[in-house]
């Protein structure tokens, strides 16, 4: 028997006991799954960042912590998890990505806007370039970037792709490094930020890197709030520089009610819904890592606690 413990938020409980239990069973895995157990029964955690567990000491047979949210950057600097650490990558929550993406991409590409909020009673034809014409730009080229990078060639825009590491993505430019990172910039018509919040990532856009990007270029971050320097972009957008910034993460959240994105004409904030864990999906995830874990396989997403993600 298999002791799992469920130390996600409790009102998670009643979204994931059935596919977590259908998702064992499916898998041949003969698990306990409770909410409750003695620390040192417990095999495997099935956590998120936000949940009561966060002294990990006692919890000593423990194999891996299997974490529901694909962003770890509350839980890698805690000291007291020693255990292997996997962040969530899930099929359900990548779809959910490519489609937010994809969404706001074509809305700044097309001008949606001017029809939407614009009825005016005139008549005013504007043909927008085609996808071939607008040149994307994603920072973080991994399991999210990448399949939203993938979508976005699928529509005909050129993407370039900037990461840590040298890569090779197919129909992809991929730069990575500091001048990489300078040549990204210059050729982002639109900006989309899926990097992971790292001491190495945050403040990437500040007034420098904003001020490398074509002018009335557009940004979408659905990566984390302190990817961007918040004063260095409302002065881009007061400017003109940047045409609008679409923002689901803060760094701040909820986003107070005072902080100045909310009232400002060029910034769209979405409440941090960007992609959501999907349980079906993240359950089969988890049941397989566990069945690598039994049968003395490595786990699947690693979290390299030394590079913060
Ligand atoms: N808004 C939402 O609802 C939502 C939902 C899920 C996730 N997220 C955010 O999306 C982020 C990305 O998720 P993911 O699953 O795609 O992560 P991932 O697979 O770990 O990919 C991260 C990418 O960022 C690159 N990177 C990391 N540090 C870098 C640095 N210092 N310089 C340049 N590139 C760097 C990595 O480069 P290498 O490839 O070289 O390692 C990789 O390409 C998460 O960390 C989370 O913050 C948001």
């Known amino acids: 028997m298999i002791n799992v413990l469920f130390a996600a938020r409790s009102e998670?409980?009643?979204?994931?006991?059935?596919?977590?239990?259908?998702?064992?069973?499916?898998a041949r895995l003969d698990v306990d799954l409770r909410t409750e157990f003695a620390p040192e029964e417990v095999d495997y955690i099935v956590y998120a960042p936000n949940s009561e567990v966060q002294d990990f000491t006692p919890y000593t047979r423990c194999k891996a912590v299997l974490n529901l949210w694909a962003g770890v950057e509350a839980i890698t600097g805690n000291e007291t998890l020693t255990q292997p650490l996997a962040r969530m990558v899930d099929p359900g929550l990548t779809n959910g990505m490519v489609e937010w993406v994809t969404g706001h991409t074509l809305r700044h590409h097309l001008g949606m806007d001017r029809h939407i909020t614009g009825q005016t009673g005139e008549w005013v034809v504007t043909t927008p370039p085609l996808a071939r014409e607008r040149r994307v730009t994603i920072l973080g080229i991994g399991?999210?970037?990448?399949?939203?990078?993938?979508?976005?060639?699928?529509?005909?825009?050129?993407?370039?792709?900037?990461?840590?590491?040298?890569?090779?993505v197919s129909g992809i430019t991929c730069l990575h490094g500091d001048?990489?990172?300078?040549?990204?910039?210059?050729?982002?018509?639109?900006?989309?930020l899926l990097l992971p919040d790292t001491p190495a990532t945050q403040n990437v856009i500040n007034a420098e890197a904003l001020?490398?990007?074509?002018?009335?270029?557009?940004?979408?971050?659905?990566?984390?709030?302190p990817l961007i320097d918040d004063d260095a972009l409302i002065a881009a957008l007061d400017s003109g520089q940047i045409a609008h910034a679409?923002?689901?993460?803060?760094?701040?959240?909820?986003?107070?009610?005072d902080h100045p994105f909310w009232a400002h004409p060029k910034v769209t904030v979405t409440p941090h819904i960007a992609a959501e864990t999907r349980p079906e999906t993240a359950s089969e995830v988890i049941a397989e890592n566990i069945q690598r874990g039994e049968a003395g396989q490595p786990f699947l997403n690693l979290v390299d606690r030394a590079r913060g993600y």
């Open 179 to 192: 001048d990489g990172l300078k040549q990204a910039l210059e050729t982002a018509d639109i900006l989309i």
């Open 143 to 168: 399991a999210l970037g990448a399949s939203c990078a993938h979508a976005l060639t699928g529509l005909g825009f050129p993407v370039t792709g900037w990461s840590r590491s040298p890569k090779d």
């Open 12 to 26: 998670r409980w009643d979204t994931y006991e059935a596919p977590l239990r259908a998702a064992f069973a499916k």
């Open 246 to 257: 679409t923002l689901d993460v803060f760094r701040v959240e909820p986003l107070p009610a």
């Open 211 to 225: 001020s490398r990007m074509p002018k009335g270029a557009f940004i979408i971050n659905p990566g984390r709030g």
